[in-house]
């Protein structure tokens, strides 16, 4: 089979490109071919990322003198990113060419036998700054195959007038399913009610598989590994300066913004995704704020504690759930204890390995599904059936 995929590859963060990588390598493993569409939202468009940050920035949107520094930081930041993020994606997915518009998939839709919207946050009209129609596969034909896996609204709950719109969408799909249980409960009050909750693609590669592809870092000394999206949070920053005091170990910051360096502990500044990967493997303590950094932290069965933003929580609530941890969210910004609490990885692994089946047990299903009811004759999906009973 062929299966392009649409999702938030584009967006210059770690956990999005690891993702979109995880995505095309499960779907592989089963015997597709697959293609990522190299679809730029607004946002990501690389000639207006700069003034977009600016703009949306509590701290650099301030005057003139802010917004000339946050140019300084943000160009150079960028820059690095486009760098580090092309080499990953060029080096270890398929893409398609370069998409700007559902308009414009519209007149030269990439071929594929099914059609899938990926993982991360695609849905969240908020985060994509609008209701992105190339994210719910608008540009295709009403009767073209297509599924979602492990997709994302982001929040819990929509706006009436949103719901009316994406329902007229989404009901297009074969199958849905989704990474948060509160998407199911978005779902059901649309009428939806036959999506399923999957692991996110990250989860469904264990260690290994993502050992495989680190690039390792020589680090002699233990240290906590923070690795924070929402800069601005000063309970976050002393929270990891009382914790380092406390275990005398030295913290090892990963951004992809320079300007992090102000904060507390060594900035590693937009290291390789590779590398990415070995100083998660490598580190004694992690404290994030990222749903893609728990992921990782429970994958590699580390001591770790989650502080959740402010905004688009739900998602780190829902893994913590899954995987019966609840208790590794701070809380108590005074309570340094929780991240020495033993975590019993040996039932966590056994519910991982569980999902997997489940979510891999969904992709497949959907896949025959797609098949049954495609009208394609002669080629295309008939052709591919005999291949699928013997995967399958």
Same mark, same amino acid.
């Given at each position: 089979?062929?299966?392009?995929?649409?999702?938030?590859? !584009?967006?210059?963060?770690?956990?999005?490109?690891?993702?979109?990588?995880?995505?095309?390598?499960?779907?592989?493993?089963?015997? !597709?071919? #697959?293609?990522?569409? @190299?679809?730029?939202?607004?946002?990501? #468009?690389?000639?207006?990322?700069?003034?977009?940050?600016?703009?949306?920035?509590?701290?650099?949107?301030?005057?003139?003198?802010?917004?000339?520094?946050?140019?300084?930081?943000?160009?150079?930041?960028? &820059?690095?990113?486009?760098?580090?993020?092309?080499?990953?994606?060029? +080096? $270890?997915?398929?893409?398609?060419? +370069? $998409?700007?518009? %559902?308009?414009?998939?519209?007149? %030269?839709?990439?071929?594929?036998?099914?059609?899938?919207?990926?993982?991360?946050?695609?849905?969240?009209?908020?985060?994509?700054?609008?209701?992105?129609?190339?994210?719910?596969?608008?540009?295709?034909?009403?009767?073209?195959?297509?599924?979602?896996?492990?997709?994302?609204?982001?929040?819990?709950?929509?706006?009436?007038?949103?719901?009316?719109?994406?329902?007229?969408?989404?009901?297009? =799909?074969?199958?849905?399913?989704?990474?948060? @249980?509160?998407?199911?409960?978005?779902?059901?009050?649309?009428?939806?009610?036959?999506?399923?909750?999957?692991?996110?693609?990250?989860?469904?590669? !264990?260690?290994?598989?993502?050992?495989?592809?680190?690039?390792?870092?020589?680090?002699?000394?233990?240290?906590?590994?923070?690795?924070?999206?929402?800069? !601005? &949070?000063?309970?976050?920053?002393? =929270?990891?300066?009382?914790?380092?005091?406390?275990?005398?170990?030295?913290?090892?910051?990963?951004?992809?913004? @320079? =300007?992090?360096?102000?904060? =507390?502990?060594?900035?590693?500044?937009?290291?390789?995704?590779?590398?990415?990967?070995? $100083?998660?493997?490598?580190?004694?303590?992690? #404290?994030?704020?990222?749903?893609?950094?728990?992921?990782?932290?429970?994958?590699? &069965?580390?001591?770790?504690?989650?502080?959740?933003?402010?905004?688009?929580?739900?998602?780190?609530?829902?893994?913590?759930?899954?995987?019966?941890?609840?208790?590794?969210?701070? @809380?108590?910004? %005074?309570?340094?204890?929780?991240?020495?609490?033993?975590?019993?990885?040996?039932?966590?692994?056994?519910?991982?390995?569980?999902?997997?089946?489940?979510?891999?047990?969904?992709?497949?299903?959907?896949?025959?599904?797609?098949?049954?009811?495609?009208?394609? %004759?002669?080629?295309?999906?008939?052709?591919?059936?005999?291949?699928?009973? &013997?995967?399958?």
């Amino acid at each position: 089979m062929k299966i392009d995929v649409i999702t938030l590859h !584009n967006v210059k963060n770690y956990g999005s490109a690891l993702q979109t990588y995880a995505t095309q390598k499960t779907l592989e493993k089963l015997g !597709n071919e #697959v293609e990522i569409i @190299n679809y730029y939202r607004k946002v990501d #468009v690389e000639e207006t990322m700069v003034k977009r940050r600016i703009d949306s920035s509590s701290i650099f949107s301030r005057n003139i003198i802010t917004k000339f520094i946050g140019k300084l930081f943000l160009t150079t930041s960028i &820059n690095k990113q486009i760098e580090v993020f092309h080499k990953f994606l060029g +080096k $270890y997915v398929h893409l398609t060419k +370069k $998409y700007y518009s %559902n308009e414009e998939l519209k007149k %030269n839709t990439p071929k594929a036998d099914i059609y899938c919207t990926g993982s991360d946050q695609v849905w969240n009209s908020e985060w994509n700054e609008e209701i992105d129609r190339a994210l719910f596969l608008d540009f295709l034909e009403n009767d073209v195959p297509r599924f979602a896996y492990a997709s994302s609204f982001g929040k819990i709950e929509l706006e009436k007038k949103e719901e009316e719109e994406l329902k007229k969408m989404l009901i297009k =799909y074969k199958r849905i399913s989704v990474r948060e @249980n509160s998407a199911l409960k978005i779902l059901k009050k649309m009428g939806i009610d036959n999506a399923i909750q999957v692991l996110d693609p990250t989860l469904l590669l !264990n260690k290994k598989a993502w050992k495989d592809i680190s690039e390792e870092v020589k680090i002699k000394k233990p240290y906590i590994l923070v690795y924070q999206l929402n800069s !601005n &949070n000063p309970k976050f920053d002393e =929270y990891v300066k009382k914790l380092s005091k406390k275990k005398k170990m030295p913290v090892l910051r990963i951004s992809n913004v @320079n =300007y992090q360096f102000f904060k =507390y502990g060594k900035l590693v500044f937009c290291p390789t995704i590779n590398e990415f990967l070995s $100083y998660f493997d490598k580190a004694a303590y992690i #404290v994030t704020d990222s749903f893609h950094a728990t992921g990782f932290a429970i994958n590699f &069965n580390k001591k770790f504690v989650c502080i959740f933003p402010q905004k688009f929580s739900t998602r780190l609530q829902s893994i913590l759930e899954l995987t019966n941890l609840e208790e590794r969210r701070v @809380n108590n910004f %005074n309570d340094l204890t929780i991240i020495d609490k033993e975590i019993e990885y040996e039932k966590v692994n056994k519910i991982l390995d569980e999902e997997r089946k489940k979510s891999i047990n969904f992709i497949e299903e959907t896949i025959k599904e797609c098949i049954e009811r495609s009208k394609i %004759n002669g080629g295309g999906l008939e052709s591919s059936v005999k291949k699928l009973q &013997n995967l399958f």
